[in-house]
Every structure is written in structure tokens, then in C-alpha cells.
């Protein structure tokens, strides 16, 4: 009240005062300022009972009065040249400084934080402002939980912002100290100094507030900090400041209070951002589920670590992910993985994957990836000794909790989704690129046999080279089985039509040997070359492509001349060595026969599809093009090649698919075996590294027709032994058909594909049946093939696209 009284008798005797020039007004107000310490020496008054406020608010007012009335941009007026030439930013920064009377650090802080923000006139340059800005920053933080801390955030703030303008500025507020032992950096003169980053100590102490606010505008001062492009800050920041380890040392802290039991489908619903949306309350977490608080406060700071790596300059962004790998990955979280007990691990990895799905900032996720699956490049071996913690992920795959083996899959379906190549060569391609699975020696028929058929082939150059390639898998008796089927094929709201009628074709899968009769031979040339003059309609987004499948049109055509072209001469880049565009050559299949051969691999007594009028595979068209679009844009900057290429330095004889893809196929075969949860994310697992846009991984897992050795798997031989199976359990079975059309119904519910049904919470319904679980891996099987033939077409129809 006092206050207001005082400023209004001011006010009254201002207005009496003749006119004066603006200079004349601020050295008035600044007299005013410096004649109340004179006089009043004694007085313990608070700044508000003082005209002190008044004064420095008026002295602001005619800076940005003079600075907007200045005819030319950039020259310094009267009022702007008395402030700088007799330093009234120290005096205010002394007074400032001893916070006399009570309040005066608050009024100063507000003074500075209003010159530098209103102005537009560069004053940092000046050694008169950037020396006073200096000293003040380093009072800044001094007090923990203050009453200025608001003030000096805002002036720490506008510093920062002044600095990100003109980046060379930041070189104003780095000390260089006394010379120091054992210091790794060395100044011109050979002298080891340290030295002061105090902007960054300042923001770093105000960063812990308890004030939500203050924390998050501190933060964001650090941002600006460590985006700056200048090599000297970044080289203070890493070697002479506890910015590292005060930043990655609050994270193991929040991490070290994580709740030990969580269900992981909570862990998952958490959705932490950095910022003011991360704050949890009291309440919110009682209704939630318990430590809900502490998990969304490490998610938070893991979210923030992870953009500041991505804006910071390299130098700063490589130290903090290697001190993020050193202090969390491997002395905390590594051993948490590596436990004995299930409850632990579950846990553990749980953490773990939500962290992944976190980090997007290259350096940090290459850190992450390079801790859990090493930095191997080679190709791997069978029995080369693998990293620890990517040894034990794998086999926990397949551990006997099918809870643990979820998790763990959900950790590597995470990382397939990452924008790191190193990811994908690491687990696929490496044991890919020597295109090592290609074999030009199968296993043929006799000399005789193939005399005799090839005088009945009706045109001889369609049918070179679709010799029949036995693959170890397929050694299971299934003794005269007789089916007649008619296999309709809905490709792209139902416009693809491919019928075969009363075709009668015995299987034989000829004894355990492993060499297939003659009969059988012919037959599955016979499923294979089922050709009629039916036109077949193409329908994709943004396009239709009509085929005829006897007279070829010219897309068609044109589809064979991309994926029959075997140029040797063609070099490719692929990392340090050259791979090339091999002599390993052979006829390729068309796209149609290929997307066949995955829709009829079940017989058509074991789908139910029909049933609920979804027989055909183009509900999966959309998304299979949506999600190769975004897999394509996301490898387009590794630069893979187009065509199937062979790198010498990954040859592997006999062929290894690798550790991971093992993995997959193990799981894959057992399907009959399996939990619904399990076989969901296994074949999500597989799609994922079938819709990659690298050529050997196409022609390895989506290419049924290539020559392979005999004891090579791939995805379609695999498929076709889960099929045998399949027919021998529906041979045991009575009334099969409506059991699964049943479990069918109750599986899918409102769901159109398996896609749906993966984005559902891992809950399988009740059991209905005793073989409840065979059933469900049999619908998930069916969805699956039509999955694949749906990737194959979008993969192929973009090769012609580009083309």
C-alpha cells in the first residue's frame, strides 16, 4: 500500500516537472536510484516499501522508447550510450548481488531479462553488458528452492535464446580458471586450465527444482546450450562440467526406484513424454496401478536424454550416450537381464522395451543396439560364440514360460522397428548377403524321366527350369491322400480370380529317403503350371493392372524383365566390400505364381475364411502397402540394392541362416504346438522381416520357386511341413470342419485380419474345444499365408512402379 502511495506522489510531481529529453528523464530515474542508497544507508525496508522498482521499470521504458525513435537501424542513442559507457549494468549487478534491500536480486534479475529481451539492439558484444550478464548467471541457482528462482529462469532463458541467435556469443560466458593437474585439455600455450561453463551449472542446478515449471524451462535452456554449434562449448561442456553425469546420474537414480512388480501390459500403456504432460498425480496413480508415478518420472527424463542427444552437437551428443551406456545399460540394466530368476527377467525386459520404444537419436540407438546384440559385422557362424545378452534373448525365445518368450520377442519386434541398419545386418543380413542359400546342383530326376517328360511338356521354354528342388522338411509320410480343390483367389477387393476345378492330384511325400517319386513330380509341376485363359485382375492402390496369364500383357512382361534380369556385370555397393549381381542364376517365378503357391499351401478343407466371407487376401493389401511404404522410406538413406547381390565376404558353406532367423523358423514349425499369443508374434516377426526392401531377403523368404541344397530351410518349405502336419491332425479329427469354423467365429470376433487381431490385448478367448489351441494355430496359419502373398504382390508390384 505503501508502495503504490509512493509511486502515485511521483507520478504527481513528474507531471510538474518541465519537458525533458529522454537522456535528461533517464539519468533523472538513475539518480533517483543511486540517491536512495545514499541516503538511506541504515533503513532495512523492503524494495517494495522503496520508489526503487519504479525507477528501474521507467529507465527500460526509455531505452525501447529511444531505440524505436532512432532514424537509422543499429546506432546506439544517448540514453543506450550513458548506460554502457558509465556501466550502470555493474552497479545494478553489485546491487543486485546484495540483495539490498530485501527483493532488490529479484527487481535487478527482471531489469536485465527486459533489456536483453525488448531491445533489439546487439548488446551482448559490449564487454559493459556481457560482463555484467556474466557475474549475474553465476548467482543464479546459488539458493535451492529460492524466492527469485522464477526471475532467474527467465533471465537464464532469455540468455540462452540471445546465444542460440548468435552462437559465438557463448564464448563471452566460458571462464578459463587456474591451471590444473592432469587436465586433458591444453590451451596455445601448453598451460592446462579449466574451465567455467557457469550458464550450464546455473541451468543445471535449476533443473531440479520442485517447481514443474522451472525444471521444464531449464531444460530447455540446456537444449539451447548444447545445439550450439561451436566446438569450444561443446568441448567445455564435455570436459570441464558435470553435465554428463548430473544428467545421466538423475536417470539411474529415478531408474533405481522403478516398482519391482508391474504387469507389462502396464509398463506398455504408459505413454511418458518429456515435458509439463509427464506430471502424475497422487491420486492418478492410486487409480492407475502402483509406482505408476516413478515409472512415468524415468520415461519422462529417458525421453528427455534421448532429444537432447538428437539436437545436441555431436561431440556432446556421443559423451552422453556412451555415459548413458556405461552408468545405466551396463551397470545396471545389464545384470537385471541377465538374472536367474523368471519374475526378474520378466520385468527387466519388460523396462527394457519400453525404453527402446523411447529412443529415436541415432547415437543413443546405436548404443542401445550395439548392448544388445554386440558389434559384429561378419557373418555368423554356427558355433562362433555369440554376444552374452543377445545369446540369452534368443534363447529365452524359447523359454518354457510362453509369458517370458512374449516379452522377449516384443523386445526384438521393437527393435525391428528401429531406423538403425546395423539392426537389421546384425540379425538378418549378414548371413543373407553371400546369397549362400542359391544352389545350381539340386537334386534332379533321372536322366530317363526327364526325357520322357519333356517330350510331353506342351511348350518347353515356359517350363525350363521349374525342376522341382527337394528340401529336408518335406520327409514326413503322407501316404495316398487324395483332394479335389478349387482355389479361388481374391486379389484387391476381390478382383484377382484364379480357378482350378476338378483337378485330381495324389501326394506323395515319397519315403524317408528323401527323394521324391515321378508321380509326384508331375503333380506339383501340374499345381504349379495350372494355367487357363482367364484374365487376372490386378487391382492396387492408384492403379490396375490386368494380366492375362497365357498371352502375357506388357506389365506382365515387363514384371518378368525386372525379376528375370540376371546381369553379372552389375556392381553394387554394400558397405567396404563390393557385392555384385551374381552368376548364380535361375528362372524367377512370376509374382502370380508365387502369391498362389502361398494361398493354396493349406488344404481347402483346413480353411474357414469362407465362413465369414474374407476368403481372399485383399483386406491385406492396404496395410501391406502402407507398411512397405513406410519400411522403404525408412531404408531408402542405407542405399540397398535392387537386385539380389552375392558379398564373397559372406558366403557361409553349407548355408546358416543365422541365429535369429533360426529362431524364427524353429517357432514357425512349431505352430501346431504353440500358445495363440505366441504364434501372433512370431509371424508378426516374420512379416516384419519379409516386407524389408532388400532383394536377398525377398528372394530368400518370399521366392518359393529358387534352387536350394536339400538341407537349406526357407520360410516356404517350412510352411509346407506345418501343412503336412495339418493334414494328418485333420485325418484324426472328427467333424473338423465346423469345430474350426467355430473357433473361427469366437477367435476373430469384429476382427478382418491377424493384423487386428496382434493389436488386441493378448487375452485368447476361452477354450471351446480340447484342441482349442490347434484350431487357433491353424486360422492363425491361414491368415498368415494370406499375410505373405499379400507382401509378395505389393513388393513386386512396386518394383514396377519404380520401373
Same mark, same amino acid.
Given at each position: 500500500?505503501?508502495?503504490?502511495?509512493?509511486?502515485?506522489?511521483?507520478?504527481?510531481?513528474?507531471?510538474?516537472?518541465?519537458?525533458?529529453?529522454?537522456?535528461?528523464?533517464?539519468?533523472?530515474?538513475?539518480?533517483?536510484?543511486?540517491?536512495?542508497?545514499?541516503?538511506?544507508?541504515?533503513?532495512?525496508?523492503?524494495?517494495?516499501?522503496?520508489?526503487?522498482?519504479?525507477?528501474?521499470?521507467?529507465?527500460?521504458?526509455?531505452?525501447?522508447?529511444?531505440?524505436?525513435?532512432?532514424?537509422?537501424?543499429?546506432?546506439?542513442?544517448?540514453?543506450?550510450?550513458?548506460?554502457?559507457?558509465?556501466?550502470?549494468?555493474?552497479?545494478?549487478?553489485?546491487?543486485?548481488?546484495?540483495?539490498?534491500?530485501?527483493?532488490?536480486?529479484?527487481?535487478?534479475?527482471?531489469?536485465?531479462?527486459?533489456?536483453?529481451?525488448?531491445?533489439?539492439?546487439?548488446?551482448?558484444?559490449?564487454?559493459?553488458?556481457?560482463?555484467?550478464?556474466?557475474?549475474?548467471?553465476?548467482?543464479?541457482?546459488?539458493?535451492?528452492?529460492?524466492?527469485?528462482?522464477?526471475?532467474?529462469?527467465?533471465?537464464?532463458?532469455?540468455?540462452?535464446?540471445?546465444?542460440?541467435?548468435?552462437?559465438?556469443?557463448?564464448?563471452?560466458?566460458?571462464?578459463?580458471?587456474?591451471?590444473?593437474?592432469?587436465?586433458?585439455?591444453?590451451?596455445?600455450?601448453?598451460?592446462?586450465?579449466?574451465?567455467?561453463?557457469?550458464?550450464?551449472?546455473?541451468?543445471?542446478?535449476?533443473?531440479?527444482?520442485?517447481?514443474?515449471?522451472?525444471?521444464?524451462?531449464?531444460?530447455?535452456?540446456?537444449?539451447?546450450?548444447?545445439?550450439?554449434?561451436?566446438?569450444?562449448?561443446?568441448?567445455?561442456?564435455?570436459?570441464?562440467?558435470?553435465?554428463?553425469?548430473?544428467?545421466?546420474?538423475?536417470?539411474?537414480?529415478?531408474?533405481?526406484?522403478?516398482?519391482?512388480?508391474?504387469? +507389462?501390459?502396464? #509398463? @506398455?500403456?504408459?505413454?511418458?513424454?518429456? $515435458?509439463? %504432460?509427464?506430471? &502424475?498425480?497422487?491420486?492418478? =496413480?492410486? !487409480?492407475?496401478?502402483?509406482?505408476?508415478?516413478?515409472?512415468?518420472?524415468?520415461?519422462?527424463?529417458?525421453?528427455?536424454?534421448?532429444?537432447?542427444?538428437?539436437?545436441?552437437?555431436?561431440?556432446?551428443?556421443?559423451?552422453?550416450?556412451?555415459?548413458?551406456?556405461?552408468?545405466?545399460?551396463?551397470?545396471?540394466?545389464?545384470?537385471?537381464?541377465?538374472?536367474?530368476?523368471?519374475?526378474?527377467?520378466?520385468?527387466?525386459?519388460?523396462?527394457?522395451?519400453?525404453?527402446?520404444?523411447?529412443?529415436?537419436?541415432? +547415437?543413443?540407438? #546405436? @548404443?542401445?543396439?550395439?548392448?544388445?546384440? $554386440?558389434? %559384429?559385422?561378419? &557373418?555368423?557362424?554356427?558355433? =562362433?560364440? !555369440?554376444?552374452?545378452?543377445?545369446?540369452?534373448?534368443?534363447?529365452?525365445?524359447?523359454?518354457?514360460?510362453?509369458?517370458?518368450?512374449?516379452?522377449?520377442?516384443?523386445?526384438?519386434?521393437?527393435?525391428?522397428?528401429?531406423?538403425?541398419?546395423?539392426?537389421?545386418?546384425?540379425?538378418?543380413?549378414?548371413?543373407?548377403?553371400?546369397?549362400?542359400?542359391?544352389?545350381?546342383?539340386?537334386?534332379?530326376?533321372?536322366?530317363?524321366?526327364?526325357?520322357?517328360?519333356?517330350?510331353?511338356?506342351?511348350?518347353?521354354?515356359?517350363?525350363?527350369?521349374?525342376?522341382?528342388?527337394?528340401?529336408?522338411?518335406?520327409?514326413?509320410? &503322407?501316404?495316398?491322400?487324395?483332394?479335389?480343390?478349387?482355389?479361388?483367389?481374391?486379389?484387391?477387393?476381390?478382383?484377382?480370380?484364379?480357378?482350378?476345378?476338378?483337378?485330381?492330384?495324389?501326394?506323395?511325400?515319397?519315403?524317408?529317403?528323401?527323394?521324391?517319386?515321378?508321380?509326384?513330380?508331375?503333380?506339383?509341376?501340374?499345381?504349379?503350371?495350372?494355367?487357363?485363359?482367364?484374365?487376372?485382375?490386378?487391382?492396387?492402390?492408384?492403379?490396375?493392372?490386368?494380366?492375362?496369364?497365357?498371352?502375357?500383357?506388357?506389365?506382365?512382361?515387363?514384371?518378368?524383365?525386372?525379376?528375370?534380369?540376371?546381369?553379372?556385370?552389375?556392381?553394387?555397393?554394400?558397405?567396404?566390400?563390393?557385392?555384385?549381381?551374381?552368376?548364380?542364376?535361375?528362372?524367377?517365378?512370376?509374382?502370380?505364381?508365387?502369391?498362389?503357391?502361398?494361398?493354396?499351401?493349406?488344404?481347402?478343407?483346413?480353411?474357414?475364411?469362407?465362413?465369414?466371407?474374407?476368403?481372399?487376401?485383399?483386406?491385406?493389401?492396404?496395410?501391406?502397402?502402407?507398411?512397405?511404404?513406410?519400411?522403404?522410406?525408412?531404408?531408402?538413406?542405407?542405399?540397398?540394392?535392387?537386385?539380389?547381390?552375392?558379398?564373397?565376404?559372406?558366403?557361409?558353406?553349407?548355408?546358416?541362416?543365422?541365429?535369429?532367423?533360426?529362431?524364427?523358423?524353429?517357432?514357425?514349425?512349431?505352430?501346431?504346438?504353440?500358445?495363440?499369443?505366441?504364434?501372433?508374434?512370431?509371424?508378426?516377426?516374420?512379416?516384419?522381416?519379409?516386407?524389408?526392401?532388400?532383394?536377398?531377403?525377398?528372394?530368400?523368404?518370399?521366392?518359393?520357386?529358387?534352387?536350394?541344397?536339400?538341407?537349406?530351410?526357407?520360410?516356404?518349405?517350412?510352411?509346407?511341413?506345418?501343412?503336412?502336419?495339418?493334414?494328418?491332425?485333420?485325418?484324426?479329427?472328427?467333424?473338423?470342419?465346423?469345430?474350426?469354423?467355430?473357433?473361427?467365429?469366437?477367435?476373430?470376433?469384429?476382427?478382418?485380419?491377424?493384423?487386428?487381431?496382434?493389436?488386441?490385448?493378448?487375452?485368447?478367448?476361452?477354450?471351446?474345444?480340447?484342441?482349442?489351441?490347434?484350431?487357433?494355430?491353424?486360422?492363425?496359419?491361414?491368415?498368415?499365408?494370406?499375410?505373405?502373398?499379400?507382401?509378395?504382390?505389393?513388393?513386386?508390384?512396386?518394383?514396377?512402379?519404380?520401373?
Amino acid at each position: 500500500m505503501f508502495n503504490k502511495f509512493t509511486t502515485l506522489i511521483q507520478h504527481a510531481v513528474d507531471s510538474f516537472v518541465p519537458n525533458l529529453t529522454l537522456q535528461e528523464e533517464f539519468i533523472h530515474h538513475w539518480n533517483a536510484v543511486t540517491h536512495y542508497f545514499v541516503d538511506n544507508k541504515e533503513e532495512r525496508r523492503r524494495i517494495e516499501e522503496t520508489t526503487i522498482p519504479g525507477h528501474i521499470e521507467q529507465m527500460v521504458l526509455i531505452l525501447v522508447q529511444e531505440e524505436r525513435e532512432q532514424l537509422e537501424v543499429g546506432t546506439t542513442g544517448p540514453c543506450l550510450e550513458y548506460l554502457l559507457q558509465h556501466r550502470l549494468l555493474e552497479t545494478l549487478y553489485t546491487l543486485g548481488r546484495t540483495d539490498h534491500p530485501p527483493g532488490m536480486k529479484q527487481v535487478i534479475l527482471i531489469f536485465f531479462t527486459k533489456l536483453l529481451s525488448r531491445l533489439d539492439h546487439p548488446l551482448l558484444p559490449h564487454i559493459n553488458v556481457h560482463r555484467a550478464a556474466q557475474r549475474l548467471v553465476k548467482i543464479c541457482g546459488e539458493v535451492r528452492a529460492g524466492p527469485t528462482e522464477k526471475e532467474e529462469i527467465e533471465y537464464l532463458c532469455t540468455v540462452c535464446s540471445k546465444i542460440k541467435a548468435d552462437p559465438y556469443l557463448v564464448n563471452f560466458f566460458i571462464e578459463s580458471g587456474k591451471p590444473v593437474k592432469n587436465s586433458s585439455h591444453v590451451n596455445t600455450s601448453g598451460i592446462p586450465k579449466s574451465q567455467d561453463f557457469s550458464l550450464v551449472n546455473a541451468l543445471l542446478t535449476l533443473s531440479s527444482s520442485n517447481d514443474a515449471r522451472v525444471c521444464v524451462k531449464a531444460c530447455e535452456g540446456i537444449m539451447l546450450c548444447v545445439s550450439l554449434p561451436e566446438q569450444s562449448a561443446a568441448d567445455c561442456l564435455v570436459r570441464h562440467t558435470k553435465f554428463c553425469d548430473n544428467l545421466i546420474t538423475r536417470l539411474c537414480d529415478l531408474y533405481d526406484k522403478l516398482p519391482s512388480f508391474v504387469s +507389462p501390459s502396464d #509398463i @506398455e500403456s504408459v505413454d511418458a513424454k518429456w $515435458g509439463l %504432460d509427464a506430471v &502424475v498425480t497422487v491420486k492418478e =496413480d492410486q !487409480q492407475t496401478f502402483k509406482g505408476k508415478w516413478q515409472l512415468t518420472s524415468f520415461l519422462a527424463w529417458l525421453d528427455y536424454c534421448d532429444q537432447l542427444i538428437a539436437v545436441s552437437h555431436p561431440t556432446v551428443a556421443a559423451a552422453l550416450a556412451t555415459t548413458i551406456t556405461e552408468k545405466l545399460l551396463l551397470n545396471k540394466i545389464k545384470k537385471d537381464l541377465l538374472q536367474a530368476s523368471e519374475a526378474g527377467v520378466l520385468m527387466a525386459t519388460a523396462y527394457f522395451t519400453k525404453c527402446l520404444r523411447i529412443v529415436y537419436s541415432p +547415437p543413443l540407438l #546405436i @548404443e542401445f543396439s550395439h548392448f544388445l546384440l $554386440g558389434t %559384429d559385422k561378419e &557373418v555368423e557362424k554356427l558355433n =562362433d560364440e !555369440q554376444p552374452t545378452i543377445r545369446k540369452r534373448l534368443l534363447e529365452r525365445c524359447d523359454h518354457l514360460s510362453d509369458e517370458v518368450s512374449v516379452v522377449t520377442m516384443r523386445l526384438f519386434e521393437t527393435l525391428l522397428q528401429k531406423e538403425e541398419e546395423s539392426i537389421f545386418h546384425n540379425l538378418i543380413l549378414r548371413n543373407l548377403l553371400g546369397r549362400s542359400y542359391i544352389t545350381l546342383n539340386p537334386v534332379k530326376k533321372n536322366d530317363e524321366q526327364v526325357n520322357t517328360n519333356s517330350s510331353q511338356k506342351d511348350d518347353a521354354s515356359s517350363c525350363e527350369g521349374k525342376t522341382e528342388f527337394l528340401s529336408a522338411t518335406d520327409t514326413q509320410a &503322407v501316404k495316398d491322400l487324395t483332394q479335389k480343390s478349387t482355389i479361388k483367389t481374391d486379389v484387391c477387393s476381390n478382383n484377382l480370380n484364379v480357378e482350378r476345378d476338378g483337378e485330381k492330384m495324389e501326394s506323395d511325400i515319397g519315403e524317408l529317403s528323401g527323394e521324391k517319386t515321378l508321380d509326384e513330380n508331375v503333380q506339383d509341376d501340374v499345381l504349379r503350371q495350372t494355367v487357363s485363359d482367364e484374365t487376372v485382375k490386378l487391382q492396387v492402390p492408384h492403379k490396375e493392372v490386368e494380366l492375362k496369364i497365357i498371352e502375357k500383357t506388357e506389365t506382365e512382361k515387363l514384371l518378368d524383365s525386372i525379376v528375370n534380369d540376371d546381369s553379372p556385370d552389375r556392381e553394387i555397393e554394400s558397405g567396404n566390400s563390393t557385392a555384385t549381381s551374381t552368376p548364380k542364376s535361375y528362372p524367377r517365378a512370376e509374382v502370380h505364381k508365387i502369391v498362389t503357391s502361398f494361398l493354396s499351401l493349406l488344404p481347402e478343407e483346413a480353411k474357414s475364411s469362407y465362413q465369414t466371407a474374407d476368403s481372399g487376401y485383399d483386406m491385406y493389401l492396404k496395410d501391406a502397402h502402407k507398411q512397405f511404404s513406410n519400411v522403404e522410406q525408412m531404408c531408402k538413406p542405407w542405399n540397398w540394392p535392387s537386385e539380389p547381390v552375392v558379398d564373397k565376404d559372406f558366403s557361409t558353406e553349407p548355408f546358416w541362416e543365422g541365429s535369429f532367423v533360426k529362431m524364427l523358423l524353429d517357432k514357425l514349425s512349431r505352430t501346431l504346438n504353440q500358445s495363440y499369443a505366441v504364434n501372433l508374434l512370431v509371424t508378426s516377426l516374420i512379416s516384419r522381416v519379409a516386407i524389408l526392401p532388400h532383394p536377398n531377403i525377398q528372394e530368400y523368404l518370399l521366392d518359393p520357386f529358387i534352387p536350394t541344397d536339400p538341407k537349406t530351410r526357407t520360410l516356404h518349405n517350412v510352411l509346407k511341413k506345418i501343412s503336412a502336419e495339418v493334414l494328418v491332425y485333420m485325418k484324426t479329427e472328427s467333424d473338423f470342419q465346423n469345430k474350426l469354423g467355430t473357433a473361427r467365429k469366437n477367435l476373430m470376433g469384429a476382427a478382418e485380419t491377424v493384423k487386428s487381431l496382434r493389436l488386441k490385448p493378448m487375452t485368447p478367448p476361452s477354450p471351446g474345444f480340447d484342441d482349442q489351441g490347434q484350431l487357433e494355430a491353424i486360422i492363425v496359419l491361414e491368415e498368415f499365408c494370406k499375410e505373405l502373398s499379400a507382401i509378395t504382390f505389393v513388393k513386386y508390384h512396386a518394383a514396377v512402379t519404380r520401373t
